[in-house]
């Protein structure tokens, strides 16, 4: 029996754009597996027994990138411990900079189908609100305050963005309008998600 490589589709846009909450409702609606490296970094963070602890959260208050070797693993990982029977992941929030990208063509590209990207365009304005309503409400984010959105959007605009023009040049990316509701995001996203492959 060949095994199918794992298909992958990258969510990317701002610091409070709304990628996690996109993430849910495709999950609700396809088969697919959400993996946050936001969320899979403060995992190892909270682990006792992390070498990686303090460097993590010393790069997400700052709103800087960890190093892609930590990174990579993680979801190298996720994705191997995952018993979703379609192997098909949304990797949200990654890759973020060119050290990400390059280290994910070396440990992973030969390992999965890349099948697009979704952009979520989003203010800073916006975005910024909603962390730090998150924050306000108790999110317990060392990051959902105003000086680390500052550091965050900076990093964002200087690292991510042109990540993103890079897969956009190659036809990969799927610009979603990610200002409306909830719903309505996830509406537009599934009038194009069939091209994307389900
Ligand atoms: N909300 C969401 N959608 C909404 C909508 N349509 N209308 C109104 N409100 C909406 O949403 C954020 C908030 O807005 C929530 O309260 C939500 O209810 C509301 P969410 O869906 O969580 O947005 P998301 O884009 O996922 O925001 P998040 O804060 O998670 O984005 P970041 O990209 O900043 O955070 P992430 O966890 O990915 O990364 C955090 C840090 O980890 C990074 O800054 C970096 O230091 C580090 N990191 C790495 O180093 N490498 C990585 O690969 C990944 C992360
Ligand atoms: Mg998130």
Not at 90 to 103: E, T, V, Y
Request: aromatic residues 8%; proline residues 5%; glycine residues 8%.
């Amino acid at each position: 029996v060949t095994m199918q490589k794992p298909e992958v589709v990258f969510i990317l846009g701002g610091p409070g754009a709304g990628k996690g909450t996109l993430c849910r409702y495709i999950v609700e609606h396809y088969g697919y597996v959400h993996l946050s490296a936001g969320d899979l970094l403060r995992e190892e963070r909270a682990k006792p027994c992390s070498e990686y602890g303090e460097l993590i959260e010393t790069h997400i208050r700052n709103g800087t990138i960890v190093p892609v070797e930590i990174t990579c693993s993680l979801i190298d990982r996720a994705m191997q411990t995952s018993e979703n029977p379609h192997h098909r992941f949304l990797i949200d929030g990654f890759p973020r900079n060119q050290d990400n990208l390059d280290g994910w063509t070396k440990m992973m590209a030969d390992k999965v189908i890349l099948k697009g990207v979704i952009f979520c365009e989003c203010s800073e304005e916006v975005c910024t609100q909603r962390c730090l309503k998150r924050g306000a409400s108790g999110s317990g984010r060392s990051d959902d305050n105003e000086q680390s959105l500052v550091l965050r959007h900076q990093t964002y605009l200087k690292n991510t963005l042109p990540i993103i023009e890079m897969y956009e040049q190659q036809g990969l990316v799927y610009k979603v309008n990610s200002m409306k509701t909830p719903e309505e995001v996830f509406q537009d996203v599934a009038e194009f998600f069939p091209k994307i492959g389900w």
